[in-house]
Nanobody, 120 residues
Framework: QVQLVESGGGLVQPGGSLRLSCAAS????????MGWYRQAPGKQRELVAT???????NTADSVKERFTISRDNAKNTVYLQMNSLKPEDTAVYYC??????????????WGQGTLVTVSS
């Protein structure tokens, strides 16, 4: 079984910054894609950014120039650096990982989510 654990959420003022982290653990052979998604109150979950082992796949237009996804392959960890935060960035942020395990083949796992609140 693969587990993803997020950290780094919290309350921040508009214009501020936060850095989210997500560490994957378990019998992991490889992780092909890791990503961040978010879900605001009353809205559907949406993609924020995704990354392969060495290349950013995509970033939502609403966060380009402000958010940067990165990854430490040796630690099976993905990060999301969020700058110039806006109130509309308030949401629960979820980490996702897709890859292979040594036990059950492929996996597609989600973290429990971390709340980011942007408010003065």
């Amino acid at each position: 079984q693969v587990q993803l654990v997020e950290s780094g959420g919290g309350l921040v003022q508009p214009g501020g910054s936060l850095r989210l982290s997500c560490a994957a653990s378990g019998r992991i052979l490889s992780i092909s894609v890791m990503g961040w998604y978010r879900q605001a109150p009353g809205k559907q979950r949406e993609l924020v950014a995704t990354i392969t082992g060495g290349r950013i796949i995509n970033t939502a237009d609403s966060v380009k120039e402000r958010f940067t996804i990165s990854r430490d392959n040796a630690k099976n960890t993905v990060y999301l650096q969020m700058n110039s935060l806006k109130p509309e960035d308030t949401a629960v942020y979820y980490c996702n990982g897709v890859g292979r395990t040594s036990v059950s083949g492929t996996f597609n796992a989600w973290g429990q989510g971390t709340l980011v609140t942007v408010s003065s």
